[in-house]
């Protein structure tokens, strides 16, 4: 046994020994190394595709979507791999899928990156208000689609160009109307100026210039009003409630018949003919 481990001692003290043993472990790393990289580029995977052609702006169900083996090296670009990254989202505004095609990120995007998607969310017989707004108006920038808000009307008289008033106008003069006037809205967009939807891209700092919701017929004519009202100057604000968090929101409705009966009084809807 002593001769064995003396024998072996010298073997590998050999410097020629050595740089041989050295080289084939080398090689052999190399030899492992490239056949798992050749293996890894010629194992087939599992992707989605699309099993019928998908029009643009249109939500991806599971039933438009099957899958296939493909090799790696097919996948060029930002090719989706998991399904559950597709099913419910929506294809791009400008984008048609073809029957057979591959999804890519470019071309599968959220409801709200949709360019008319609040047309998506309202019921029949609602109609679209937008509020104008701003930073300090939505609370820093915390009021996101799908939450609830309350409008409230704030009004103040007008003084004549002359300054002179009248004892009714004088009346007018020294009251303030302020109240709730309608509670439980769902804002269903945040967008800017440009009309982007503010949280599309949070890395962009996008200044929120317009709040859209939706609410009956009445309610829109009775917030019109109230917006080109020129007797008195009026304010629209919102505040944010917490009834996104409830499992059962609150009813849109009127707050205030006072406030709706005062703007009645003060304006003059013209039927259509």
Do not use: C
């Amino acid at each position: 046994m002593g001769n064995l481990t003396t024998s072996f001692k010298k073997f590998m003290q050999n410097k020629n020994t050595v740089t041989v043993v050295g080289v084939i472990a080398a090689i052999f790393v190399l030899y492992i190394a490239y056949t798992m990289r050749i293996n890894k580029a010629i194992s087939p995977v599992v992707v989605p595709y699309a099993s019928e052609q998908i029009s643009a702006g249109t939500q991806i169900t599971e039933s438009m979507i099957d899958t296939t083996e493909v090799p790696p090296t097919m996948l060029k670009g930002e090719v989706i791999r998991n399904k559950s990254e597709i099913i419910d989202k929506y294809s791009a505004a400008d984008v048609v899928i073809p029957k057979g095609s591959l999804f890519y990120k470019r071309s599968v995007v959220e409801k709200e990156q949709l360019p008319a998607n609040i047309i998506l969310d309202y019921p029949k017989g609602y109609v679209l208000f937008n509020l104008p707004t701003s930073i300090s108006a939505t609370y820093g920038n915390s009021v996101y689609p799908g939450n609830y808000i309350d409008i409230w009307l704030k009004a103040v008289f007008k003084l004549p160009d002359n300054n002179v008033l009248s004892a009714e106008d004088l009346a007018k003069a020294n009251k303030i109307m302020y109240g709730k006037l309608i509670s439980n809205i769902q804002v269903l967009a945040v967008k800017d100026s440009s009309g982007r939807p503010v949280f599309q891209n949070i890395d962009e700092n996008r200044t929120p210039s317009m709040i859209v919701f939706a609410v009956p017929e009445e309610y829109y004519v009775l917030l019109s009003k109230a917006t080109y009202m020129r007797t008195y100057e009026t304010t629209i604000t919102l505040v944010p409630t917490n009834e996104s968090l409830k499992d059962e929101p609150g009813e849109l409705e009127i707050s205030s018949e006072q406030l709706k009966n005062w703007i009645n009084e003060n304006t003059v809807w013209t039927e259509n003919s």
